[in-house]
């Protein structure tokens, strides 16, 4: 029945529009509000343009990227994914992105006592070394302010304004916060996770390296 916001400070890996050095990170911010339905509203973001993973995963696809992803070391634009993720991310929705990530350094490091901006290392760059890593936590009581079966009728008709709400597309579906991610959890659930052949390849060795007991092969067979 609470309203969970978690949020962390990262290494700066972040430019602000003309930069060519990063100075604040693509910090994470998560909230989960109850709905007392089926779907959660969760909404889970990094404060890029995209998150850094997704350039991992398109240079070990061999794509481009979009320009606006991402720049190269000097900070230019680039549809390099392996420049890009060498070089520094783009905030989300420039100047708003850049703020909102300034605003989580300061909850999560700054007024918690734990590290900020240059404090912070990359897991990345030196996946051995502690990141230093700030995180806050806040946790609201909505029942405070209403009861939970007004809280559940008033959510109710919220978000069922959102669904009823047109699209240029008639076939095209409004989809919530955390709606896509939670059906694809069900659909996982239920077939199992599609993995990329290089992937796949890369957790085989590491299972054999480490000799661990169940093999992928087996697990998708």
């Known amino acids: ?3 969970g916001i978690a949020m962390s400070n990262v290494a700066p890996n972040m430019v602000m529009t003309g930069g060519s050095e990063p100075i604040t990170g693509n910090n994470p911010i ?3 509000v109850p709905t007392f339905g089926e779907i959660p509203f969760v909404l889970d973001i990094s404060l890029s343009a995209v998150a850094g993973g997704k350039l991992l995963v398109a240079a070990k696809n061999g794509e481009e990227i979009p320009l606006g992803w991402a720049t190269d070391k000097d900070g230019r634009p680039t549809t390099d994914p392996k420049a890009g993720f060498d070089g520094h991310l783009v905030p989300l929705g420039g100047h ?3 703020g ?3 605003l989580v350094d300061i909850l999560s490091g700054v007024i918690t006592g734990g590290s900020f901006q240059h404090a912070l290392k990359s ?3 030196y996946p051995d070394d ?3 890593t700030a995180h806050q936590m806040i946790v609201l009581n909505p029942l405070a302010l209403l009861d939970r079966e007004q809280l559940r009728d008033r959510m109710e008709q919220f978000l069922a304004t959102i669904k009823a709400a047109p699209r240029w597309d008639a076939g095209a579906e409004m989809l919530l ?3 896509l991610e939670f059906r694809c959890e069900q659909e996982r659930r239920e077939q199992g996770i599609a993995l990329p052949v290089k992937v796949f390849e890369e957790l085989r060795e ?3 390296e480490l000799n661990v007991q169940m093999s992928l092969d087996a697990m998708a067979a």
């Open 30 to 32: 998560a909230v989960a």
């Open 177 to 179: 916060p955390g709606e």
């Open 206 to 208: 590491l299972g054999a």
């Open 1 to 3: 029945d609470m309203i």
């Open 130 to 132: 502690p990141s230093n």
């Open 123 to 125: 897991m990345y760059r």
């Open 96 to 98: 708003k992105g850049y």
């Open 100 to 102: 909102l990530s300034l």
